[in-house]
Structures are given as C-alpha cells and as structure tokens.
C-alpha cells in the first residue's frame, strides 16, 4: 500500500519508512504541511499518517481543510494523550489516531480497520498459487474454500505468504507476532504454525518444516 | 461551600443588633425625659396656683385698731379647686400665734418669713403635700408685727397626672423601639444587599467559570470584588499554564520515545542472534513501559485536575462506552480477543472526558491482562439509582487482592508477569468514579478465571 506521512521529526520519520517498508509498504514522506499538499496533488494515497505539531502549521487545519475535497483516510500521529485532543481529531475527520510512541503492529492494525471501513485499498490481496488472502479482512480463499482467519494467524500468513520459498526462523516469526502479545513464545509459534497449516489444508502452498532452522511456504 | 467555610458571626445580625441597642437607650432616655418633664410642668402648675393662692390670701391682710384681720378670698381657695379634688389645708400665723386655720400644719417659724413665695414639700396628716408660704409684715399696736400665710395642697393628682404621662410615653417608647427594631434589620438587610447578591454570583458560577465579575457593586466592596476578579485571572492563568503544560510534556516525552521505539524494532527485524533479539525485545517493553508511564502520569494529572473542577454535563453511555470500545478494538484484535458489549441506553450528568479516560484504562487493563483469543464482556445495565459499567476479562484475575489495595498509585497486582504497565489505571479509574460520586469494585468473575471490574455511577 501506499501511504502519505506527513512528520517534521526527521529521525521518527525515517524509522517510520524503513520499518513500513519491511512490510511492503510504500511510504512518503512530507517533513511540513505544503510538502503534503504537493505529494498529495501528485499521487493518490491509499493513506495519510499525519502529525499534529507541524512546522508550518496545525495538522488539524490541514485536516478540515484536505476533509472539504479529498476522501484520502486519515490516521493522526499525536503525542498528545488528553481524550479530548483525540476527540476534536476525530472531529475534525481523522478516521483513527494513534498515540506516539506508538507499535508499529497496532499502527497496522488501525490502518486495516481504517481502511476495511473505508470499502478497501488497492492491494490488500495477496495470491500464491491457489490461495487467495485479504489481508483487510482476515479471509482467506483455499481453492473453493472460504476460510476466516484469527488476526494472528494472518499476521502469520502474511509473512509467509510474502516470503515464498524463503526459511524463516521460529525467532523471525516471534517478531512478527512479538508486539501482539508480550508474552508470545516459540513454542506458541508452533501451534500457529500447525494451525495454518489446517487452514491451508487443500490448498497447493504448504508449510514445510526445515529441520533446526525454522519453516519454509512452498508452492506444490 | 458553606461547609467548609468557619463562620463566625453575622454581620447583618450584629448591625441589627448594634442598631436595635441604640434604639432602645433612644426609647429609655426620651421615655425619661418626658417623665422628667411632665412631673415638672405638672408640679410648677400646681407651684404656680399655690403662689396665686397664698398672695391673694396675703393681700386680703389688714390691720384694724391693733388686731390683725383677715377675709379669706373665696377666689384664693377657688382655684385651688380647679385641680381636682385635693384636699387644702391652709393657716396663718401671726407672732407665732395661730390666727386661722390647722393648728398643726408645720409652717417655718417666725423670723424666717420672706416676702416671697417660698415652697416646701411635706408629709401632712398622711399625704404628702406641697405648700406655699409668704409672708407679711403689718403694724398693729405700733408694732411690726409678722404674718404668715402658707396654703398647702394634697399632690394626689399631680403624682396620677405624672403617671399617666409616664405610661403613655412608655407605651409611645415602647412602640418607638419595636418599630426602630424593625427599622435596623430592614436596614441591615439592605446594606448587605450587593454583599449577598455578589455571594450569590459566584456560587452560581460553574467551577470552570473563571471570568472575571462584570457586576457593579458600592464603593466599599469594590475593592473585594477587585481582588477576586484578580485572583480569578491568576488562577485561570495559572491553569490554563498547567494544562498547556501537560500538552507540552507529552509531546517531548513522547517524540524521542517514539523515535527509540521504532528504531528498535527496526533492529529487532535486523538483528539474527536470538540472545541480539532478546535484548531489542527488552529494549521495545522498556519504551513501552516508559510511554505508558508516561501517557497514564499524564492522564492522571488531567484527571485530577478535571476533578478538582468537575463539570457535569449529560452524557450518554452507550455512545461512550461504544467509542472507547472501538479506539480499544484493533488493539484487542491484534491478540484475537473479542469485546463483547450488552449495552442498556443509560444517561449520567458527568464529564465525558473524564469517563472516557477511566473507562479506556479499565479496559486497556482487561485487554492488556487477558490471554489471546479470549473474551472481554462489557455490560452496561441500571443498578439501583444509577449506572452500572461491568467489565469482565479471562484473565489471570487479581489473586484476592482489594479493590483498594489495587486502586493505589502505582499498585500493580503481584501476578502481572511481564506485562507493561504502571499501575496508574485503576487508580486513574477510582479517583473519576469517586468525583461523580460513584465507585469502582474489582471481584472474580463468577465464571472460570479472570476478574470484573465495575464502574458504579449514580444519575445524578
């Protein structure tokens, strides 16, 4: 997908794309309110990230101003905590926000919810082989078979589905997952994987175990 | 906020008072001076036709070939008459002999006599009585030979008249005090007037209500109303600083958390030594340790200070509970637990944000203590006289522990394991539930493990 950030904290603001950019998202960034306004008149976002506190003005002017033309979902970055900045967000027509510092899963998680009200984003299927997943709304297409997903065994999917042929380890699974519960271990790691592995059932990508290195999707 | 106010005194009561006491020295002293007056007018009246008497029996006095004689006038006892029906007694001396009249009335002695009127009061055969004297000096027997003429007159009448007098200005300054009475406390009452309606004005005012007084009030309270409207402008100074301040903190606090935070798990992502990636992960629960701190000192100071200076306003339930839900749901996702609401339309007078925030940290606590892929219920139902918000997780439960022990700052149950937190919410949610009046319990859930939550608020 791709997103519009619009962040005058540099250093944040470069974590923020590399590290969405490990998830395949495409993101760019405006340091200040005009810079966004250029991007915006330039590409169609699936998404806008947008700081409050910016250097040429209030994010929420910019806000009920982009709202008066543009449909563009918007998701604020505040570092502001009082329910009520969140409300007059929310307000001013901000779809979610999310408080800094903020985890990166649960920015993703938000993003889905965004747009999975919003009717969808461009990309939002993935398809390896005769398995088709939608990655907003958790379901998956096995052959003919219609299967709902728990987040976190999409979460897990997800990952393997976009690192085809690929070994990943019990330990780069465990990121993957880390943020969702504190307390996530490896061994949980293998029930999700015998889970997926139920719900793939049928389908031609398998989940093949790679002895004292971790799991490998494969396409039979 | 009477009741937190020592009074002592009232000054409407002692101005009553003060000017009540005036009235009623004003009331003795004229009721005196009229007594006073009345007995000496009545007295100089009856001096007067004593005087009249006794020098028209005076004159009548003649002397004929040596003897002294005398024609007592009838006018001389006539107008004594004209007072009412006193008793007279009159005698004439002559040389010290008795030429007429009661041999006993003590009259002064011969030698003594003086042209003039003189006047004496008396006690005489029982009475007291007032009497006039003159004297005479006639030649008989080529001889001056010394007269005196005294009349005296019982004073029943004089003492009823004086009396009278005196009960009638009693009851005059009797009715002079009670209405002078009336008077001062009408008067008090009036003068005090700006005081109490300025007293009024500002209980009226909502505790977040801190403009300054545009009423107008008399010269001497001016400077009082003064010093408030000051004292209002420091205050709302003062806490629009604070608020600003909070703001502020956060976001320095928050930014560069923000910044480690992504970072380390961009290095978590990085990083392929599994010892490597249990320290980025320490690393990533130590951030979120510090911005929950951070973000839950925050709301605590917000929520004391809105509590401080509560404003209710109607607030409806299930629109809040439902949009604390939906902040919450993605975040309850991501460990596939469901929130299941069963929501009766309720409406409470109270302060939204503050509600809000409390009930965000009841149920981030639930969310952030349940195991994945279980249940938190959240039911809002009537309870006696006013709400109820139930919140019920799977999780490990409270172990027994008190809902006051729990409630404490910075009291974090003693099974947390190494869940982030700072034992901020609870007591977050306490301090809110106790400004409206309400209550927060924490008990088992009646059902397998995990613990309820119950956010009790009354209507109004």
Known sequence: MRFLLVEDNQELAASIVTRMGLDGHVVDHAAALDAAETCLRCTEYDLILLDVMLPDGDGRDFLSRHRSDRTTPVIVLTARSQVSDRVGMLDLGADDYITKPFDFSELEARIRAVLRR???????????????????????RVATRDVTLRNRELRL???????????????????????????????????????????????????????????RMTVQ | MTESVRTRGSISRRLTLQLAAIAALLALLSWGMIRGFSQQAAEQTQDNILAASVTAIAEELRSEAGQIRLEIPYAAFSMLGAINEERVFYRIVSDGETLTGYDDLPVVQDGEISAGVTFETLTYRGDSVRMAMVGRTLFASERAVPVLVAVAQT????????????????????????????LSFWAARVSLRPLTAMAQTVARRGPSDLSPFETTAPHEIAPLLAALNRFMDRLSASLSRSED?????????????????????????????????????????????????AGQLLDHAMVSFRTDNLTRNDVDLVDLVTEVVNGLRPTAEMKDIRILTELSPLRVQGDAILLQNALRNVLDNAIKYSPADSRVTITLRQAGAGAEIRICDQGRGVNGADTATLTERFRRGENVGNVVGSGLGLTIAHEVARAHGGRLDLAPARKGTGTCVTLSLPFS
């Not at chain 2, 004089?158 to 005090?177: N, T």
């Open chain 1, 118 to 140: 919003r009717g969808g984003a461009a990309d939002n299927r993935i398809t390896l082989g005769d398995v088709t997943v939608d990655l907003l709304a958790g379901t998956l």
């Open chain 1, 157 to 215: 999917l997800e990952v393997f589905i976009r690192n085809p042929g690929q070994i990943l380890s019990k330990a780069q699974l465990l990121d993957r997952l880390f943020s969702f519960d504190a307390e996530i271990t490896e061994n949980a790691i293998e029930v999700y994987v015998a889970r997926l592995r139920r719900r793939l059932d049928g389908g031609s990508p398998r989940i093949e175990t790679v002895r004292g290195m971790g799991y």
């Open chain 2, 155 to 182: 004073r029943n009448a004089v003492d009823a008249i004086s009396a009278r007098i005196s009960r009638a200005a009693a009851l005059v300054s009797v009715a002079f005090f009670v209405l002078a009475a009336g």
């Open chain 2, 245 to 293: 301040f909070i703001a502020e903190a956060a976001h320095r606090v928050r930014t560069p958390l923000a910044t480690v935070r992504t970072q380390a798990e961009i290095a978590l992502h990085a990083v392929t030594r599994d010892e490597n990636k249990e320290i980025m992960r320490r690393v990533i629960r130590a951030v979120d340790e510090s911005s929950r701190s």
